[in-house]
């Protein structure tokens, strides 16, 4: 399966700053995806980046709180706009290898915590 | 109502206890389901994929789905220490988007 390098693991951010999420896969993947884990509360799915288009965002969540690039098949960043401590929060950047047309691959998350 | 309820724990049990991880959800047209298991500062990992009902063992996990109840279960046999994590429900009708349980901790005593 494939594996991805999510940086950074962790950052402590004041508040009105951003910032920015990288997701590096081993392999050539077409669909990555951006998910918000917080405390007691189940994965939620921040937005969809494919290669070459516009990334779609789920409800609640805009491009211009979490701007998303996909530059490439193995490359991604969320980057989080003007954050609160609202945004404290686990990130994870997920992929569905192509190999494996059910489930996700994940990475090891950002814990970012505003202050 | 959440699409997928899921107990959070936490669920403490012996090593060596028959462990039972359930998540119930409202959507009938949930056909794919999966359990991930994530240790702590870590990302989860994909445990059992099960597709429409029934059981599916692998080693001493077994997943089932009851699609009329509307209620899959993950059982762990002879528990170990190192099977201590958050075990989290996913599943999806179309296999476009998952929705995931809340995640249940387990920890499982030496």
């Known amino acids: 399966s494939a594996v991805i390098s999510q940086k950074p693991s962790r950052d402590i951010c004041q508040r009105g700053t951003s910032l920015t999420i990288q997701c590096q896969v081993d392999s050539q993947v077409t669909m990555m995806f951006w998910y918000r884990q917080q405390p007691g509360q189940s994965l939620t799915l921040i937005a969809t980046a494919n290669q070459g288009s516009e990334a779609t965002y789920e409800s609640g969540f805009v491009i211009d709180k979490f701007p998303i690039s996909r530059p490439n098949l193995t490359f991604s960043t969320l980057t989080v706009s003007n954050m609160s401590p609202e945004d404290s929060s686990i990130y994870l950047c997920s992929v569905t290898p192509n190999d494996r047309v059910y489930g996700y691959t994940f990475g090891s998350g950002t814990r970012l915590t505003v202050v | 109502q959440k699409e997928v309820e899921q107990d959070p724990g936490p669920l403490s049990v012996p090593e060596g206890a028959i462990v039972s991880l359930n998540c119930t959800y409202s959507?009938?047209?949930?056909?794919?389901f999966m359990w991930y298991r994530q240790y702590s500062r870590k990302g989860p990992e994909l445990l059992m994929y099960t597709y429409s009902s029934g059981n599916k063992e692998d080693g001493r996990f077994t997943a089932q789905v009851d699609k009329s109840s509307k209620y899959i279960s993950l059982f762990i046999r002879d528990s170990q220490p190192s099977d201590s994590a958050t075990y989290l429900c996913?599943?999806?009708?179309?296999?476009?988007?998952?929705?995931f349980g809340s995640g249940t901790k387990l920890n499982v005593k030496p």
């Open positions: 959507n009938s047209a949930f056909q794919y």
């Open positions: 996913a599943m999806s009708a179309n296999f476009n988007k998952f929705y």
